[in-house]
């Protein structure tokens, strides 16, 4: 049972078939040694990509099917039902399967607010929506295992929680851009109306639509995966980046924070950091770090935030994950 | 009647107002559609999902391309 287990789960997750084939090709087809410096820089792009956008098309379209059933509208209801620490773990869960990108963080937050829902649980949606969705779930498991997916999705639900129910406890709500209590509350959901048909056309349409996004990211990540892979001299990275080296969650969520990039273009450079000896905490605090904090998701909430809550913000969710990144390699063991 | 379209420039906002304006002659009503981009202005209308559809300042539609059939009898609403 458990070999069957195994066996599902390198074909079709870590698709080993397709790393088979691309050895193939690359010894075959190109005449390039597999092992070798070139040879597996081409090796490691190729796989990633089809990997990459396999796993995208097949995750997006279930999951986009799924959040059919979860317009934020719903989920603004379900959350004005609840109150204190619940409201903040179901917002923070429900953040996971809201149809979500950077541009509608704004009507979100000015959605939930004007609706009557406290600071804290908006927060707690906002910060664990781009970080925590299923989609980085699955391709975590693909990269490295299960036990590391399912500990991200943990840590990050409680960052989120914490995070919000933090926020909600400074009583920053007099932070927030006066226009956005005065915006009206249209409940319009079509849920109802919606058949069959339209949400697998829809499902069809995120898939489009993200692909369209997210391709150059992917290409550049697996392209600097590759590059890490097999061109930098792992002392280089270790010194900068090594386990034993206190400074190197600092140094990733520096360089990540700032950073724009989907789940999709970030886990090839994590996997590659992690090859080269990278500790585990630090590449997931560098993943962590580009698709929850990034400058222009940051310089829309700035329209609807006054700057001390955004500061705010950023300081919550930047101490989170360095702290994740520091719990996390002193516990590594645990998951490899 | 103005008619507005609420959403930031994407594939579906396109569709949407070309629907509207195929309803709108089928209807032979004299619409002006108008295109809001700026999510700022957007959120304003209340909405978290878009495309949005606003007939003379009220929201109809939310999140979905509505066909020119189905938008016909919202503007016939509208405009009774």
Redesign the interface.
Known sequence: MQDVFIWLNDQLLRMQWLSDLVTLLVRDGMGLDPVSRVGGSVHFFIYDVIKIFILLSVLIFSISYVQSYF???RT?RILGQRQGLWANTLAALLGTIT?FCS??S???F??FT?AGLPLAVTFSFLISSPLVDLASVILLASIFNWSIALAYVVIGLVLAVLGGTLIGRLQLEGQVAA?VYQ????D???DGT?SRR?RLSYAG?QVR?IAARVWLYVLIGVGIGAAIHNWIPEDFISALLGQDKWWSVLVATVAGVPMYADIFGTLPIAEALVEKGVGLGTALTFMMAVTALSLPSMI?LK??VKLPLLAVFIGIVTTGIILIGYIFNATSHLFI | MIIKILGSGCKKCGALAENAKVAAQTEGINAEIEKVTDVVAIASYGIMSTPGLVIDEKVVSTGRVLTASEISPLLKEASA
């Open positions: 317009p934020p509208e603004r149809p541009c509608s704004i009507p979100l000015i959605g004007s226009f915006s009206p509350v249209s319009h959901d079509n919606i339209e349409d639509e829309m329209r609807v």
